[in-house]
């Protein structure tokens, strides 16, 4: 892949990043927060940004959205799926924590 086919896949990512998550942010706002790990302020700016300026934004060759998961404990529990006797309760651990982190952050 060059490097005009990687600024091409960033753009694409941001512009359906920010759609999902203006469509997230207006359905179910708290839920929104929680699944996107974003502040209350990010969420409002990001509900009120219009298709311009959207378009814009996603146009960036810097990638929006960015990697939540920055423990080894979280990622241990995701990705041992299929190797532990109970794989819901892994993944409820792992939200759970993942939940805790949102909370410190905002």
């Known amino acids: 892949m ?3 086919q990687i600024l091409m896949e960033i ?18 706002r708290e839920q929104a927060l929680f699944r996107l790990g974003i502040s209350e302020e990010s969420a409002a700016t990001i509900a009120a940004l219009s298709p311009a300026q959207i378009m814009k934004i996603a146009s960036s060759n810097t990638l929006l959205c960015r990697m939540r998961i920055d423990d080894d404990m979280v990622w241990n529990l995701l990705t041992n799926h299929g190797k532990s006797n109970n794989d819901s309760v892994t993944r409820l651990h792992a939200s759970i924590l993942m939940a805790g ?5 905002a």
Do not use: K, P
């Not at 990512?13 to 359905?27: D, E, G, K, P, V």
């Not at 982190?101 to 952050?105: G, K, L, M, P």
């Open 11 to 28: 753009r694409e990512t941001n512009l359906s990043y920010l759609m999902l998550a203006q469509s997230l942010i207006r359905t179910d």
């Open 2 to 4: 060059n490097a005009d």
């Open 101 to 105: 982190r949102h909370q410190e952050a």
